[in-house]
């Protein structure tokens, strides 16, 4: 399993992590048919923002710990980088309730950049948000 520390921008499905639904955003339809809702979910050592597709949003709450397989980390509309299944990968519920976990890093809120060595892959850059955008910090 892949820590969510651990991974970096890809076209690629290859990430298997586990991790906790912290926060579940509201369901929305793209294109008039396509259900869509982002959750903020974390391991015990970064967070991320992560999308759910179609049954996905209403099969998952806050406080499920979920199995990602062949996972994609890519960029979505708006130039906002998100873990999903995408079309190859799965997702499943293992659990719920006891994960260790931290909301800092967010692996979404961090500027990436074409590795100069390598073009096909990224490097971190500066951080954008210490907290996640999209799931403000309450007061």
């Known amino acids: 399993m892949l ?33 869509t809702c982002m959750g903020l979910v974390a391991d015990e050592t970064a967070s991320v923002h992560f999308q759910l597709w179609n ?3 209403d099969a998952f709450e806050a406080g499920d710990i979920v199995r990602l397989s062949n996972g994609i980390f890519s960029y979505q509309r708006g130039n906002n980088l998100v873990l999903r299944a995408g079309k190859r990968g799965k997702v499943e519920k293992v659990g719920e309730f006891t994960m260790a976990f931290v909301e800092s890093p967010n692996m979404s809120e961090i500027l990436w950049a074409p590795d100069p060595n390598n073009s096909g892959k990224y490097v971190r850059g500066s951080v954008i948000s210490t907290h996640s955008r999209i799931f403000p910090p309450t007061i």
Not at 6 to 32: H, M, S, V, Y
């Open 3 to 35: 820590p969510l520390k651990d991974i970096t921008p890809a076209a690629r499905n290859n990430i298997n992590t586990q991790f906790i639904i912290l926060e579940k955003g509201k369901i929305t339809l793209e294109g008039g048919q396509n259900k």
């Open 55 to 57: 049954e996905e949003c």
